[in-house]
Every structure is written in C-alpha cells, then in structure tokens.
C-alpha cells in the first residue's frame, strides 16, 4: 500500500491557502496511487499559531477548512493536523479522514513547553492512544513530541500496530538533521514498527522547518527520504515484513546553515508581503554574506545595497563594498553620511558643550545609516535586512536603533566563524561573489579612525566559543575557565552578556540556527542582578 | 500568636540585597514580637527569574542564600520561598524553616502557565499538600495561584488547618486588588481557615506587583491589610476563633494606576542602574503626562526635557512644551531638527528623485528626534523614556526607531482615554502641572502641516474600545460590531493592529495595567495571514 508524506508549505493563518494546497495534495496523491496521504502537524492553521488559538474565530475558521478538506478525500485515508475543540479546551489534534468522513480524532498526549515550545499555554494534552485499521494495515497515530517520548513509545508498542504515521512540525537547528533520525530509529525499534514520519517545511518568524520527512523501518533504517528544506511528496511503497533497502541521510554543515538562512529569509520576506529587500553594504563579511544570501535567494534585481560611508571609512572597504555590489548583480546608492553627522554635531553642540567625543559619536553615525536604511525601505517598500551576528548581539556591540535596525535578522544567530564559514560556502556556490579582501580584512566598525572590533571584543576565536559556552549551553564561569580560557576574558564576555539583553529585547527576529537562539527560544529578564561568577549569597 | 507578613521589594537575581533584606524582616518581625513570618514567592531569587531558572549556579546561589537566611530565625518559624532542586527537576518551593532549621519543604502544585506566566516551562509541580503545627497552630502552606484552584482549596479543607499561609507573586493589573479579595474570600470560606496573604511589591521589566497583603478571615472578611505599591511589615495577631474587624480595601482606579506606573518606573530605572530619565517633550499629552509622572517619581532635577520643534510644529504646542517643563521644575534642552532633516533630504534627493513626500519624511522627522534622544542617554546616561500610548501602540500610529525608541514604555498599556484621565489625576495631585491646553488641544503628531490624528485613526472614543475589545478580549469584527460600532472603522482597526505586529516586537518593554498588555502577555506571530474577519475556509 502507497503511503504519500505531504510535506508542505503552509502559513500560519492563512486558512485558504492552506486549505488549497492540502487539497491539491490529496489530488496529486491520488494521481500517484497512495491509498494514504499523511500532513504535517497543525496542517490547517500552521504552527505555531502562539496566541491566535486564543482566539474563538481562529478555531472555527480551522474546524471549517478540515470539513472542507474532508470532502476532498475520496477513496484515501487522509490524516490531517488541526486545533480540535471541546468548547472548553482545545487540543493538538489529528483528523483521520476515511473517503470524506472523519472517522478518528487524536489528540497529541506529549506537549513540549520548553524551547521555542509553549504547547502548555494553549493546549490540553490528550490522554488516549490511536490505532485503526485501514484496510489491511495496522495504524497507529502520533504526533511530533509524542515520539520523542520513551513512555509514550513503550505505550505505543503495545498497540502491535504496522506502522506508526506521525504528524510533526519540527523547527531545525544545527545538527536537528541526526538528532530526530536517532529519535526516530530508536522510537521504530522499540516500538516495533515502521515509522512514517511528515514534518513541516517553511519559515515561520524566529523558526525554519527543514522536512526532511522519513520512513524508518522496525529496525531504525531510514528507507525512505524527503527533501530538505523544499516542498516534497514522498509517496512510500508499505509492504508487511518487506526488507527495504536503507537510505542515506546525508547533509553537511555547510547545506544545513545554507538551506535554513536561505528558506527562513525567503519565506519571511514572501510570507509577509515583501517582494524586495534593503541592505546596508559597510565593505565587512557580515553584509557581504547578507547580500550574498539574498541575491541567491531573491535575485539581485530584488536586492538593493546602500554604502553609506562616512570620515572613517577606509578606501579599501568602500571600493569591496562596491565590488561586491557589482559581482552579486544587484544594484545600489551610495549615501555620504558626512552632512547629516555634521548636522547633528552642529545642533548638539550646545548641549554637548564641554563633552569629549566617546561612543555618543559613534552611536550617531550607525544611527545615521539605520535612518537612511528605513527611509530607502519607506519609499520604496523593500524590507531592510539586518546583518548583526551573533557575537556581537552576543556582546552589544551595536546600536539599538543603529545597525540594529531592519525587519528579519539573518545572521543573528552565527557566531562570527560562522560568518566566515558561510562566506566561503556561498563564494563556493555562487563563484567568489564576495571580495577575498573583506574575508582578509580585520573587523572594523570604522566608527572612529583605525578602529577594530579586537579593541572592544577579545579576538573572535575566543570570543565564539565562550558565547556558545554561556548563551546556548548555560555554562558557568568556572565551568568555561576550566574549558581552558582566561578568566578575565570570560567575566567580561560574561558581563557584556548579560548588561546587554535591553537591546536584543528591542533586536530584529532571526532565523534560529543552533540549539539555543536568541529570542524566544532565550527568555532572559532584563532587570536582572544576577552575575554568574558570583558564589552567592552572603559569602 | 503574632504573624508577620513581610512584603518586601526583592530584586530578580540580587541574591546579596534579597537575603539581607529577609534578614533584617526577620530582626524586625522579631523585635514586634512576632512568631511566624511569612515572606513572599521565590523571596530568595525574586520573580520571574525566567530563563535563570534553567542556570545551574543560579539555583545553587539561591540555595546557598536559603542556608543563610536559615541561620537568621532564632525563635522564628519564617515560610521563605525558594527554588527546590532534586538535581533532575527543579520546583517553586516555599521552606519552613523553625530556629535555624528548614523543617519542611512544601512545592508549589498549580503551576499558572497562561498570561504572563510560563512556570510550566521551568517547573515540576509539586504533589503533596504541606500542614504542620507550630506551638499550638496548625499551618498549611500554599503558593499563590494553588488557592485561586478550586480543587486545591478542597483539598486545603481536608487539613483542617486554622491558617492558611500563602505565598505570592501575584502581577498587578487594573482590577486585580479586587478580584484577589474575592478569590481569597471564597478561597478562606471553602477551606473554612483563615487566609494570610503575603504578596511580593516591586517592578519587574513588564510587571508590577502591589502588595497588598491581606489576612482574611474564615468568613472571607479581609481583617489585616497591607499597603498597597510600597513595602510593609504587616503583623496580624492571630487568635483561634477570634472575632476580627474587618478592614475595607479601598483603592480607586486613578490611584492603582498611578501607583502601578510610579513603581514600575521607579524600579525599572533604579534596578538598572539609572539615577535620570530623558523625555522628549512634544507639547502634547502623552509627553506631558510621563514628564509629569517622572518628575513626581524621581524629582525634577533627575528628569530632563527634549523639545525638539521642526516646520510643522506650532507655536502653541512648542510654549506649552516650555510651560510644563517650567512648571514641573524640570531642565529642558531645545533642539531645533530642521537643520538635520534637510541634511537628510539633501542626502537622500539623488535616490529619492522623482518621488513624492510621504510617510518617509514624517518617519525621518520622528527618527531624528529619536536619535537626538539617544545622543543625550548616551553622552549623559539618562534613560530615554518612551511616551507611546496603547491606543498608538496597537495602531502602529508611530515611528520604529523613531517616537518609539526608549528604554522603558511608561504608557503602553494605557489606551488615550487613561492617559487623559492621569492627566487630570496628575494635575490633581501635583496641582495643575499639565497646560490645560495640552489637554484641550486636538491630538497631533506635527509631522505635517494640519495634520490630526483623526487624519490616520477614527476618533479615540471610537478607537480605545475597540482596541480594548480586540486586544484584551480577543472579540471578533462581528462580536464588536454588535456592541454598536461602525463595521468598516472595526475592521480597518482590526487590520492595523494585526499589520503592526512587527513593530510592537521591537518595541520598548512598558508597564501591565490592563488585563493584557504587549508583550509576553499577548504572543503574536508576526508572520500570519489570519484575519478575524474572514469566515474562513473556501467558502
């Protein structure tokens, strides 16, 4: 029997859109002889829906679209996701939907509340598990979490089903790839059954879906395959006891990272009403790899550069900056920033009267060119991308309102060897768009003469480790001194850490890339007197 | 038997200040004779502590501190809350801890997981209810939202406790005084005890907690009250089967706002680390109002003024400006922006060539009135306070990185009707401070000639409840339409606040007032094509 994994594109709340392409699924389905058509998890709404399932309209609009994608399932077994309703609780729910009647109804047992994850907040865990026959196949349901839950896989073993079709709508991260097929080889062992598995694909704010939709059979194989990050229909040829023969997963770190920025930036900037976007072009690797990422994903005719530069500004940067401009097709104005800094300085001066230049001046220049960015993107209705890493979110080395500006944020979870790393993958792809003078060149701000990011920042080969150490692995100082790094360096870092949550509660969204991002995956308060070097207490 | 109801100010992560402060309670508690002191939740580490929950060597420091509080209750039984570990899963914990010794350890059971709250995310609940008898006493112990749960009440009565102690964390929003005295009235009759009642006071990022401790009898009569938006050292002599008098919790609606905008101003600044605010001063209300409300917090002589006037602004408005600024004793800087906008025009003429003014220029007026704000923080270290209204703030009725820049949003949560109404209370209380003309004068961003509010938005009486049904009660067009409002106007609003999403992401935290403010407590995709309008589906 054919079992077709739809692994789709949907939006959140975009219920008519959705509904087509469910619908168009099942048809194509059918073309290709599946007997069963498996969604990703919240197929109707989208996920995740965060508070819009606060909303009564929300719900009935979602329960109307799976009557409607119900009647279009004729001579298949559909299983679609959806937020069911009891009128008092609503559940993470699953339609099984036999030639136009919804026969079954499952409600997801395992809700994730950690991470990006607020399932708690809206649903109520379902407590029942679901087989079925269809035809003369056993079927048992789950969906997402549920799978990676030992209890509920050792409750699932009981149900002897055949195979185990789950619903998932699992965001990437780095590594994600391995981790859910080891999940999911481990979950078909110990259940005794094949799983087929359908996850979601697209960019939904913070969060990027990969597919990377699977069938792993009773012995942890995977025998079947999805594409990653890109719309897929996999139609599966289920036989009993049948030996299929294992497939190889296989994507570097390099596609990875590739495929997330790339899929998280273009369905962000489509999803959201944009067709063209801004960037702020400085002559550095962190705009070159925005641009660069851009054009390969919108076209450079869609992407417009602004160099901005200004007193500080070295010739060899702005002539990269324009090179790079050239190389990726994309066009581009230059804006001096020179008389609107004059400006400022001229009508502050009474104020500042007495004061010595500091980082007042410099903060004003990237405050400058965040303005004329905004401006370029009010007249001419591109969205403006940020090109902050996450080094230097990490460390607030940048201006709120100044090169933080902009609608998506798509470094902002690479640490600067990262950056680096990337600028070589995309001059590999893309045949050396990007300058080897702006990968050679030492960092610079050029907010005041010979500046380097090395006079506030400790060297980035120091810094990223110790950012992933604190930011995504919760380390303490000790713990991080221990891991072989000079403990002044690690207070600092640790310091500039924690002062600076103010200005990411104020940063742009970015597409989440490691297993701990900024943003709501990162929940940090901003009044906070908490320094993680310190013993505690009245010691 | 006396029992002390510490409402103290506790700073989230403070460890050193939080301890002594339950120190030097308990000398006090002491010295008044008292027996029990009761402190509020998580007293040690303050709340939320959010995603510090997840740092190993912050639950260790808030252990340690635990130990030394313990040392500090000779002749005392003091109910701290803490943060319990088993090592594997940690829980909001509440100690018992008689003369030096931590007696009994009680976990919290309801775990509030909607709102503002996410302690699902951090902890396990616990599953035992905790009673224990001191001297001739017999205490049960709870922690906030456990007695706003119908079944834990039941299960309190079972215990046969004669007092019940709770220990809160309980956000203030308007309304919330009353609705908790109900809560513990019906709450104190069910379990047939008395209910004492220590909430925790201070500002917290989003939150303000008011205090307003309370012991309410077994009839559910309030017969011990704290004070409300300041710390207390309440000490309630409890007697069995003692007839008490009951005392009348009486607070208006002007005055809890006001005391919730005035503490959560003053401890978002003094816990940052800030002693003076900046303020630009437009000559319109809600300027007006938060120079107004700053200078009654932290003193004129900490509050300074930026009226920055351009081409559009009229004569009236920039002397009103002038005149609040004198009459609320503050220093004020003029900072004419028309010599720095045609530096901009200038600078974007080439790219812009051929466009019509629009939008653009008005945002680039507000955006180097932003920047001039920010030049002044960043030379002076002032925090810039931002004046946006929640009437605004829904609408998007204002400039990213322009009027909303700040480090802290004193009106966010009130919609124009309540900033008008803390006008008159303000000039009230502080006698006439705000030009009656600032009050009278038609709303008006000045960003081009004659233009009003009214030009972009319907009428404010019009708009404010429809923000608030569509905001705070997540009604649908029909649902408001049926309260009598005019479809297209509805719908148009509707639309702008969905649209606007992005902004409010990158908007300055602000202080809860209302049932549910911006921010955590309303968690929008921004990506998301619902609109409440649709029927929804293909039909």
Redesign the interface.
Known sequence: MKIALAQINV???????N??KVIACLASARHQKAEIVLFPELTVSGY?????L?????I???I??L??IAEHTRGLCALVGFVDSDGKNIYNACAVIVNGTIKHVYHKVSLP??GVF?E??YFTPGNKLLSFKYKDIDCAVSICEDIWNEDFVSRLKLLKADVVLNLSASPFHLGKIKMREDILSKAAIAAKAEIVYCNLIG???ELVFDGTSKVVDHQGRVVALAESFCEDLLVFDFEKDKKYKPVKVKISRGEEIYGALKLGLL??VH??GFRSVAIGISGGIDSAVVAALAVDALGGENVTGILMPSRYSSRATFSDAQQLCKNLKMPY?I???E??F???L???A???AG?KP???EE??QA??R???L???S??FGALVLNTGNKSEVSCGYCT??GDM?G?YGILKDLTKDMVYALAEYLNKKMGMVIPRTIITRAPSAELRPNQKDSDSLPPYPVLDPIVRFYVEQ?Y?LDKIVKKGFDKKIVKKVIDMVDFNE?KR?????GVKITPRAFG?D???????????Y??????
């Open positions: 939006c959140v709340g975009d219920f008519e859109n509904t087509s995740p829906p965060e508070d819009l606060l909303k009564e309209s929300f009935l609009s979602n109307d679209c009557k409607v509340n950690y607020d708690k907040r960019g939904q704010d369905d962000y999803k959201n104005h804006l001096n920033i008389n609107i004059n400006a400022y001229n009508t502050l009474p104020v500042f004061t500091n980082l007042t903060n004003l405050r400058i965040g303005a004329l905004m401006a370029y009010n007249k709120l309102y500006v609608g919760d303490s103010y509660r104020q940063a742009p969204m709501k990162r929940r940090m308060p901003v009044t906070n007197k908490f320094r993680d310190q013993p505690g207490g009245l010691t």
